[in-house]
DNA sequence: GGCGGCCTCATGGATTTCCATAGAATGCGA
DNA sequence: TCGCATTCTATGGAAATCCATGAGGCCGCC
């Protein structure tokens, strides 16, 4: 009863505790990778799979809370620190850049597996914001420079005709670019164009429409 | 140099801790007020101003990392923890729960006055937020029930035809029922009324709108 | 029993959006 | 230089929205 659909990658540098690691995680039917350092676990080609992260705090190449900011940059799994010394300060940064929890060893099997759980849901959490993001990107990528104008003035209440008269253009073109835009964000309605417009944190230009009234 | 615009509080049972703080921040133009006791914390009635509330782990009426718990069901200031024996497992919870940050002593003036400003900072975040979103809740409140169900399927996306058909009711009705909305709402336009929406939280119903496509 | 708020509906016209179709100019890379 | 993407424009009709005005029924409260 193997779950092969995640996996827990440990990074520490003692090759016991990875071995502990490893088995007790087995022994909740989880599959794990385990690697001696920060190197060894950004070399590595990891699969693509729901996943979380153990960290040791002490590693022989870089320590575990700057390896966790480098890594912040870009997509990683869910991060669960473990620590044979830890220090106030540490957790309180690692918690603050996001760590899903930080245990000083020793810790216990029942907690360490409660964390392991949370990053892994979390990271379902996480894939699947990024997934639906990813794909709206994408579709705004898709658009023209010029349609990309429109979607801003469309999304922030402008009529066709005032949008039309703020690009210099008239308001059939801006019609047509309005059209191609709906069609491209694959947006069922206005309502849901601006939604997706939020999420592209798209800013909002003079939101006006009808300032002085009729 | 005082500034009258905003207040740090302290609760800390340690009458010495109490008015260090206090000369402290006082030697930074920042004007506070100490409790002995969560509870007269609690009791006391605090000036509606930009605060931050300091806070000492260990209480003599209840567990400090409790009580972030219970304010954090209302309004309340951000909060930096203080204590003279930090674990671990406390900062991290505290962190965890929204604290600002978690010092345990001796913490450097430097490190506090820093923490009380980031709290300061956030604090008038979250009031801007607040209000915000308070002023968008009392307008909602003044919404009919009738009114509100229109939002839901207005900001759905549905076509006014098919909003009322959902509801039973004439086309020109739930016109009628827009523009109060938009009306009472004071949304410049329907992407304007959609954002209000979604900082409501208010649910998107089945948001088709050509379906099929015509 | 009257008043006010709420929900309902109608008419009718101005305005706007939606849609399909078609044509043309620019500019850039193959 | 040809092809393609981008941008611009137009016509014309269907559909939808916006707006003002008027009005009837229901219900709870004073």
């Known amino acids: 009863m193997m779950k092969n659909d995640r996996v827990v990658f440990i990074v520490d540098d003692d090759e016991r505790i990875r071995e502990a690691l490893a088995e007790l995680l087995e022994s909740h039917g989880m599959r794990s990778v385990a690697f001696g350092s920060a190197g060894d ?3 590595a080609d990891k699969p693509d799979l729901l996943a979380c992260l ?3 705090v002490e590693l022989p190449d870089i320590n575990g809370l700057e390896f966790q900011r ?3 940059e870009g997509e990683h799994p869910p991060i669960v620190f473990i620590t044979g010394h830890g220090d106030v300060p540490s957790s309180v940064r690692a918690i603050k850049d996001g760590a899903v929890d930080f245990l000083t060893k020793p810790f216990s099997d029942a907690d360490l597996m409660t964390a392991v759980q949370t990053a892994l849901d979390q990271d ?5 914001t990024r997934a639906e993001l990813g794909a709206l990107r994408r579709r705004y990528l898709d658009l023209t420079p010029r349609e990309r104008e429109v979607l801003t003035l469309v999304v922030s209440g402008l009529l066709n005709k005032q949008a039309a008269t703020e690009l ?3 308001e059939v073109t801006l019609e047509v670019h309005r059209r191609n835009i709906m069609q491209k964000m694959a947006a069922a309605s206005l309502a849901d164009l601006v939604r997706m417009a939020e999420r592209l944190k798209i800013p909002v230009t003079h939101s006006r429409r009808n300032p002085g009234g009729n």
Chains 1, 2 share one sequence.
């Open 124 to 128: 379902r959490q996480d894939r699947s």
């Open 168 to 170: 210099g253009i008239s």
């Open 41 to 43: 676990y950004v070399e």
């Open 54 to 56: 153990i960290l040791d």
């Open 70 to 72: 480098q890594i912040a």
